[in-house]
């Protein structure tokens, strides 16, 4: 019998220890694997040989549920990227070293697209050199932005939250007299599905929020002063949903309009502020009460409102991730799919890496509205069956006035 | 029979409704009181004669039910000085006129300290010229600085959301391999209370917060620099929870070394940025990885995380304030205090509104460290029994690293 090791990369999500959870309860399940370890802080973990034995430690299904109902990455996580083997042979000798010590016959590495890059990366070289040893994914990611599936686990929990937080903060926001403006900045730095996620904080037509920027559609500061100035015809306190990478029409960022960009060792600029550089521009142009909100860590680590339908597909995909690895397969992500929309319906599969490794999959153009400042139906039609009515924690919503 | 009218005053909680459906539940159960009204954004819908009856919408326990669960104003709220009758006589005939217009025999102003001082007023000016009217307080502020009750209806409810954020957070922020701090400000102007509150997400001495600052004592940035320092010797990831009203030994703001202030009706500076101004600090003179994280609105309209025993305490306390106003009371308060420790109890009782009105509590100085870092077991022991165990919704918070 031989050994599994995973690991988790990118940014953290409520459900990304479900998967890893999902991962041991198959290979307990499965009889073929001994012991399970983890590397810490994903791929490096393998490089500095950092690795731990889990499996004596989550043998008891109270344990796992814990696990499962931990935030962020139980194992630590990374934003590392591996070079190719001309480029970087070392590494690859270090990484396999480490895998041949624990005596690894599967690898399964959870994480988003860069991650799926070192999934792909890993089995390429694993199918020349060490053949014996599969090495598989498992997606996750808040932003929904990966491609070859229907949506990526982590988003539902994520999704669960800004909508919920968008139905409370329009109670809030209504209560004085006086004519308000409220900028709520959601992550999401190229694609701005969890950012469209708001719109399912509407229950009737007019309700927040009520102007939806994403990155996908270049930002225009007049345009927006305008989107505004119109929406303060008919609301009192008008609350603005903006992706953190919303991007003037020359490409840069809005955000950049203030403080220092920092750079990640993906050359992605760490963004702050878009909501601030919107703030201020509402109250120089328009002169009114403004307050900049932005949903921070709490959006990917609110652990209390996780989605169920999210934990339980994100656990399937471990299990699917490793089953497939005990089957000779390699390579690969596990995902799911709609087969059908109504009734809607998944199934789970697995694509190849190279499907999934580096790719960003945005929001199509006409899935936002020709002015750029709201979502259309066919968002609506593709969200809706992910977050039914009972996964929106909505509040009363009793106004008397 | 008399009728009532009831407003809502102040920052809105996720319980200021629960009040509310108690007062209209204590109208039904009364069989004294005729039509139930509501003023639209405090006294000033007194002052403008913006009055709905609302007792018709709200006969069925459904709508009840839905009214308690709804978070901040389902009136309206306000910040409006009310000028002595002496400063203002128009004042005073123009909310008695409207009084007698709608044969009002029963006031309840739901509201914190400075909503009180209206209570005081309006109850003083009665007295003399409409002895008929009754006009009486119920208690309401997540910031927990009430005098003359244990705790302030709202703050439990906000207290469970920044402990349950605090405790997600932490295992947000453990993730990566690199040193980090995170500064978490909290609401608090002058009391440091709800900051506190972050202490319950500790379950093990060294868990986070590792730093507390509250505006009770002088913060000083060289100590500040120095407390991080120490903390990072022993803690990857420093998480610090400070009062938005830090402030400075000369007792300027901390936050208004950045931007703009403004002031609002009472003279209060709204605040801003407290925890960006640590940031820059943390980045300049430590020159680590450093996020600002502002809980912002949502810690006080997150109905999905309300207190049940918070909403059955407004409830109740709403309940008082109209039934001692049935019995021919005024200008009194509904409280509730703490009448024994072990086990835990309280019991219901009123105050004069001149105990409360424009008065704030603050954290004793000995309930914090002597390093001002950090609250002493006399917090804990104050604390703990409001907040049960079962009330702080803490994440599996399984490493396995």
């Known amino acids: ?147 070859g599936m229907d949506h990526s686990p982590g988003f539902l929990s994520a999704a669960k939250y800004v909508a919920t937080t968008f139905a409370e903060l329009s109670c809030d926001c209504n209560v004085y007299d006086v004519p308000s403006v409220t900028i709520v900045e959601v992550m999401g730095r190229n694609a701005g599905w ?49 992706s953190e990478g919303i991007h003037n029409p020359d490409g840069s960022y809005v955000s950049a309009g203030f403080g220092v960009t920092q750079t990640d060792a993906f050359g992605h600029q760490a963004l702050t502020g878009a909501n601030r550089v919107l703030e201020h521009i509402v109250r120089t142009e328009i002169g009114c009460k403004c307050r900049a909100i932005e949903l921070s860590l709490m959006q990917r680590c609110a652990a209390h409102l996780a989605s169920e339908t999210d934990l339980a597909e994100s656990r399937i995909l471990g299990e699917i991730a490793l089953d497939r690895a005990i089957h000779g397969e390699s390579g690969l992500i596990a995902v799911l799919n709609r087969v059908s929309e109504d009734p809607y319906r998944i199934a789970f599969g697995t694509v190849p890496a190279s499907e999934v490794a580096n790719r960003e999959r945005k929001v199509p153009r006409d899935w936002i509205n020709e002015a750029g400042n709201d979502v259309t ?25």
């Open 1 to 147: 019998m031989k050994n599994l090791v995973v690991a988790q990369s990118g940014g953290p999500t409520v459900a990304i220890n479900a998967t890893l959870a999902g991962i041991v309860e198959r290979a307990i399940t499965s009889g073929m694997i001994d012991k399970i370890y983890g590397a810490k802080h994903g791929i490096k973990g393998l490089l500095d040989d950092q690795v731990v034995e889990i499996g004596s430690r989550l043998t008891h299904p109270d344990e796992l549920y814990r696990l499962t109902h931990t935030p962020s990455s139980a194992l630590g996580s990374c934003r590392f990227k591996l070079g190719t083997p001309e480029e970087k042979p070392e590494q690859y000798e270090a990484i396999f070293r480490c895998l041949r010590k624990y005596d690894i016959g599967y690898v399964i590495y959870i994480g988003g697209n860069d991650s799926m890059d070192t999934v792909e990366k890993l089995s390429e070289y694993a199918k020349i050199h060490a053949p014996d040893i599969a090495v598989m994914g498992a997606p996750k990611t808040i932003d929904n932005d990966l491609c």
């Open 194 to 242: 969890l950012t469209a996620t708001s719109v399912l904080a509407r229950e009737k037509p007019g309700d927040a929020p009520h102007l939806i920027y994403l990155p996908e559609v270049p930002f225009e500061r007049e345009k927006f002063v305008a989107d505004v100035k119109e929406k303060m015809q008919t609301h009192r306190a008008v609350i603005v949903a903006i």
């Open 377 to 401: 139906e066919p968002m609506l039609h593709y969200l809706r069956p992910l977050m039914g009515e009972r996964e929106v924690a909505r509040p009363g919503h009793l106004s008397l006035i």
